[in-house]
T-cell receptor, first 116, second 115 residues
Framework: DAGVIQSPRHEVTEMGQEVTLRCKPI?????LFWYRQTMMRGLELLIY????????DSGMPEDRFSAKMPNASFSTLKIQPSEPRDSAVYFC??????????????FGDGTRLSIL | AQKVTQAQTEISVVEKEDVTLDCVYE???????LFWYKQPPSGELVFLIR??????QNEISGRYSWNFQKSTSSFNFTITASQVVDSAVYFC????????????FGQGTELSVKP
């Protein structure tokens, strides 16, 4: 079975450019999470969706960040305009939610983003 | 406060040694879930185990074992007879039903197993 698929794997772009990260969750999973990993802050949640609806976006750093989930099989995380401090590894994860207790999240391989 | 502390930043052992990774959590909730994830050098995050707060039974899976003690708010992970392939960063995480299952991660412990 296919796992969580993220694209691109690597992205290098210049400050001020728009960046779009993409995620395809595991089929049948109804919860989707975006995390960011940096040396300074570790792994932190940015936003999560349940049944395609954003539930908690309190981790989104600022208005430059936005996330959408137009359908059950696709989500995007967009940064506009990008800044060097946004450089990090961004992970997408999906799970079966909490209907029968908190279910494990399965992670994609991540997108390594470098803003020059 | 809801928090996970992994006090060991780095651990280095020689192959075949046993090693324990510590995890201490903080919460006032009585219902919660604990997880361990492995991040090998290739960078992906791999789920290892889930435990809910009502199940204090320890678990063993091959060379891996987990010791959950509510009295000390700890969920420690032991690798028996470590191997070079165990070299990775290991994360402990806390989660709650009423927060949609989002994970609160510890800072991770980098384990290096030398041949």
């Amino acid at each position: 079975d296919a796992g969580v698929i993220q694209s691109p794997r690597h992205e290098v772009t210049e400050m001020g450019q728009e960046v779009t990260l993409r995620c395809k969750p595991i089929s049948g999973h109804n919860s989707l999470f975006w995390y960011r990993q940096t040396m300074m802050r570790g792994l932190e949640l940015l936003i999560y969706f349940n049944n395609n609806v954003p539930i908690d976006d309190s981790g989104m750093p600022e208005d430059r960040f936005s996330a959408k989930m137009p359908n059950a099989s696709f989500s995007t995380l967009k940064i506009q305009p990008s800044e060097p401090r946004d450089s990090a590894v961004y992970f997408c994860a999906s799970s079966l939610g909490v209907g029968q207790g908190v279910q494990p999240q399965h992670f994609g391989d991540g997108t390594r983003l470098s803003i020059l | 406060a809801q928090k996970v502390t992994q006090a060991q930043t780095e651990i280095s052992v020689v192959e075949k040694e046993d090693v324990t990774l510590d995890c201490v959590y903080e919460t006032r909730d009585t219902t919660y879930y604990l997880f361990w994830y492995k991040q090998p050098p290739s960078g992906e995050l791999v789920f290892l185990i889930r435990r809910n707060s009502f199940d204090e039974q320890n678990e063993i899976s091959g060379r891996y074992s987990w010791n959950f003690q509510k009295s000390t708010s700890s969920f420690n992970f032991t690798i028996t007879a470590s191997q070079v392939v165990d070299s990775a960063v290991y994360f402990c995480a806390l989660s709650f039903y009423n927060q949609g299952g989002k994970l609160i991660f510890g800072q991770g412990t980098e384990l290096s197993v030398k041949p």
